[in-house]
């Protein structure tokens, strides 16, 4: 039995039939509430699950099959339609329960709102955690045409959480100019442009911290991945998006959860966004889960 309400029947490749044994937990969070643009990603979840069977389970990155990984494909979490404060409620709560279990976490979005409550969730076990924000934007505004709880907003709520400093911001090459300024006023670990460079400078600074990775899909240029709400040319390429999960993967840091989020499906017909994800899912599941709970 699935541990979320609303189960589409479809499962991420080589999850496990048991949620008690599972030590890692791949999740959905089916809410584009928020968008400012093209709404679609509570799809997102779904279709990185259909596609993930045209992968193969071993990563020749990584030397790891999931078939030795014993991680759990819980689903959707079942989020009230339209409303965006009760949908961050459920999916606080989901991953406080999944802490409780002792549990490592890997969320699909859905709209990049869905980071905020779970990192709430997370700094309750995790209080000196800091952010790895991998993104074409900065989303660091306090509100978005006047709402706070925005896709627009999670990285600033986050900064405030755990603290700016502590909030390290890779591939970003779009925001509002107080978004720049505020990084700049607060010390926030600003990286623009590029990613795996920067990445792997930052990465020894981090050793033996507790680490939660969030990626937005729109840090890839457009041509690599189409298929999200707010494009931005000039983004990198899934080449080295994987090469920076991959240097996240060999360093000393911690990593104590992470996500995926703003896959838009309806936007890329010829599927390349989400067999693109559904590819950095398996080696985020292979390479950021703790290695020691592997079978």
């Not at 020749?60 to 099959?65: A, V």
């Amino acid at each position: 039995m699935r541990f979320c309400e609303a189960y589409s029947g479809k499962v991420f490749i080589g999850s496990c039939a048991e949620f008690t044994s599972a030590r890692a937990v791949l999740y959905g969070m089916p809410m584009d509430w928020t968008v400012s643009f093209r709404p679609g990603s509570r799809f997102g979840p779904a279709k990185i699950r259909e596609v993930s069977i045209g992968l193969e389970e071993y990563s020749p990155y990584l030397k790891k099959d999931l078939t030795d990984l014993c991680y759990f494909d819980a689903g959707d979490i079942p989020l009230p339609f339209g409303n965006a404060a009760g949908s961050v409620a459920a999916i606080r709560r989901f991953v406080a329960k999944l802490l409780g279990e002792g549990k490592w976490p890997l969320g699909l979005g859905g709209e990049h709102l869905v980071t905020w409550p779970v990192v709430q969730a997370m700094v309750v076990h995790y209080p000196q955690l800091k952010l790895i924000h991998i993104d074409a934007h900065a989303d660091l505004r306090t509100a978005y045409e006047g709402e706070a709880l925005s896709h627009a907003t999670p990285v600033r709520k986050i900064a405030e959480l755990i603290g700016p400093q502590n909030v390290y911001q890779f591939g970003i090459r779009s925001g509002d100019k107080s978004e720049f300024a505020y990084a700049a006023q607060a010390n926030v670990n600003m990286y623009p442009f590029d990613v795996l460079a920067p990445l792997k400078r930052v990465l020894p600074q981090l050793a033996g911290c507790d680490v939660y990775v969030t990626v937005d899909i729109d840090v890839l240029d457009p041509s690599c991945a189409p298929g999200t709400g707010t494009a931005e040319a000039g983004g990198i390429t899934s080449r080295e998006l994987l090469a920076a999960i991959h240097a996240i993967a060999a360093s000393d840091v911690r990593v104590v959860g992470a996500d995926l989020v703003e896959v838009a499906p309806v936007y890329d017909p010829s599927e390349q966004t989400q067999i693109t994800a559904a590819k950095l899912v398996r080696e985020m599941l292979l390479g950021l889960a703790p290695c020691q709970e592997l079978k």
